[in-house]
Structures are given as C-alpha cells and as structure tokens.
C-alpha cells in the first residue's frame, strides 16, 4: 500500500511540475503578444492605417512597462527547450547568456522610458517607433529562434 501512496505522490509531482511549466510558458507568450499587438497597433498609425490615438499610444506603452517589469521572470530555466505555439520558440541563448539577456531587458527599459510622455502626436511617434522596434527586433534575433 504503501509503494502505492509513493508512486501516486510522484506522479502528483510530475503532473503539477509539467502544469507549471506550461503555466510559466504561456505566461511568457501572453507578454509576447501583447507587445506584439500594441507594436502592430502603434505601426498602423505611423503607416497612416489608423488615425493617431493618444489613448492607444498610453496603453501601448502600458503593457511595454508591464512587460519590462516582469521580463526578468518571464523565462524560467524550466521552460527552456519547450515548443511555443506560432512560428518562433525561446533560443537556449536566454539562459546561456543571461547577461546579454539582462541587458537587452534595460536597454528596452530604457528606451521606453525615455520615450513616454515624449509621444504627443503623429510625428513623434513615428520618430520614435522604429528605436523602439529595433530594441524588440535586436533581442528577438538573438534570443528566438524560427522554428522549422
């Protein structure tokens, strides 16, 4: 009976360390995609496809702070060499090179706070979205892969 007990607690363990990894992983995406759909949000005016919005703007910026703040977490050991949904999975560089990943973190930190409060209208946001997508495009490039 009791080697039962044992192996159900194991299996327990096993069960709800693979739910927190999932959990950890789709954590990360949700940030992922946020910043991905206020980027694209902010490129559709910069493109003239949407008319400038200030309240857009603010909350663009909103979740690229909410995203700085939580990045430091965001990508566990316990995740990596886990498949992602989309066409993009985490390069084992986040953890083999967590300073250079720090620093990609502060760098667009940095970039954003910088640019807040700086964005009033149309020609300031265009002037300032592309520095802020080369921060994204620079840290994507090393730290995702394209999967395929």
Request: with cysteine; aromatic share 6%; charged share 25%.
């Amino acid at each position: 009976m009791k080697r039962i007990v044992v192996v159900v607690a194991t299996l327990l363990l096993g069960v709800g360390a693979v739910m927190a990894q999932q959990d950890a992983l789709k954590n990360a995406q949700t940030y992922m995609k946020g910043n991905g759909k206020n980027a694209g949000a902010l490129a559709a005016m910069v493109k003239g496809e949407k008319p400038y919005d200030q309240a857009t703007v603010d909350t663009a910026f909103a979740q690229f702070e909410d995203t700085i703040k939580n990045l430091p977490t965001l990508f566990p050991e316990s995740i990596k060499g886990l498949t992602l949904e989309g066409d993009y999975n985490t390069s084992s560089k986040i953890w083999e090179d967590k300073a250079g990943f720090s620093e990609h973190i502060a760098s667009f930190g940095k970039v954003v706070a910088d640019a807040k409060g700086k964005i009033t209208d149309l020609d300031t946001l265009k002037a300032t979205l592309p520095v802020i997508g080369k921060q994204c495009g620079g840290c994507h490039e090393t730290y995702r892969v394209k999967k395929g």
